[in-house]
């Protein structure tokens, strides 16, 4: 900044800058001369006032320069104001102020990053597998499965005015239209000042069979039947993945990105995000055990459900990044089958023992009945054999009774 007294001499000359809340002096620099010194004035107007000592003779001009710290500066900021007094009789004083004009672009890197705080590896099929209808506290529907992302300003300076996080939920299973992960509360944000952000989902996705919340008695049951719409027939496909030891695991990925889940939206606001910040939302929801069982059982080595989140920095806050890849996230768990799964035998229904019992014994009846029918039950057994024996006899007694010389060799 450059000061100059045009006319005659002036005592005591000073000069005030007026800084935002957002701005604090950090002192001057390259200061040779001893006659200036600056310091932060009164701290409610946030002023910073310098003294050029004494006397300011006429012609004479003092130059200075100093540093104001902008780590939590905001986009909106645009100016500065600067006045300069002097205890002598000042007859031109419209130019004693000045506006400094300052563009500010944020340069800062949002990251978001996703994790499975809990569930990030289920077990289905095991228990007792009941259907909606059936289902009274939501811990029946399945193991508990809660997605975490964080949102991550790593910029050293600048805050972000408004940061939006889109989360899209698979909900259901594309193909047969069934439940997959079943929200049991409101997002939580966590980490996050009062006031500072919401979320927005429907309300019919929060808990919409009403059942009981084990940690929350406030709600109250309502088993009421769940009417499906028609669901995308979008199957998905089984696919294999190698592991550490090199065996293979036949899969299915649910998500969204696919269409092998239906999904809705999540959306997450943050207002005033300043570098180092790091917000948290997390949802907790239940995997549909009847669901995964129905549809997958023991077919496949385990089930991929996949969520995944994006996010948006809104255009009026003049926030630049110099890299966007890390503005994109998802959350995996794995479902396994249980062991019990594996190795129970499929189950045969009663009426199908009872069918195929009848069946065997109308077949045997058809064939008693054909046997009768061709006489096999009322064979006569021929006589030859005993009538030829009988003669046989007759005939050596007539040989017996011929004396032995008279006897002749039977041929």
Known sequence: MKVDSEQDRAYEPHVYIELENDLTYDGMVNNKDSAISCSAGQIVTN????????????????????????????????SINVTANTTSRDTTTNNNHATLKIKVNVVTDLELLGSATKGAQVMYGAGKIKGAS???????????????????NNGEHGTVSKVTVVISWPYEIAASGEYLLYIIGYPQRVGVPEGSSQCHIQDENINPLKYVITDEETIVANNTQRYKRAADKNTAAIKNSETEDGTTKRFVSLNCKDG?????NITC?????????EFRIRIDSRVWNSSLTKDYGDTV????????????????????????????ARVITEAEPDIALKKQPEKIAIWII?????????????????????????????????????????????????????QEPLT
């Not at 130059?63 to 710290?69: M, P, S």
């Open 301 to 328: 080595d385990y089930v991929e459900i996949v969520s995944n989140g994006f996010l948006f920095i809104d255009p009026s806050a003049q926030v630049s990044q110099p890299t966007t890849d890390n503005d994109y």
């Open 354 to 406: 009872v069918v195929a019992a009848a069946g065997g014994l109308l077949v045997l009846i058809v064939i008693i009945l054909l046997f009768w029918k061709c006489g096999f039950f009322k064979r006569n057994r021929p006589m030859t054999y005993g009538v030829k024996v009988e003669k046989q006899n007759s005939k050596k007694q007539q040989y017996s009774s011929v004396p032995q010389s008279e």
């Open 260 to 264: 092998t889940a239906t999904c809705f």
């Open 269 to 277: 606001e943050f207002l005033k995000v300043e570098p180092g910040a």
């Open 47 to 78: 002023t910073v006032v310098c003294s050029f000592g004494r006397t300011l003779s006429k012609g004479e001009n003092r130059t200075f320069i100093i540093t104001l710290d902008y780590k939590n500066l905001g986009p909106s900021f645009s």
């Open 134 to 152: 059936a289902i009274q506290f939501d811990n029946e529907i399945g193991d508990l499965v809660q997605h975490t992302y964080t949102v991550i």
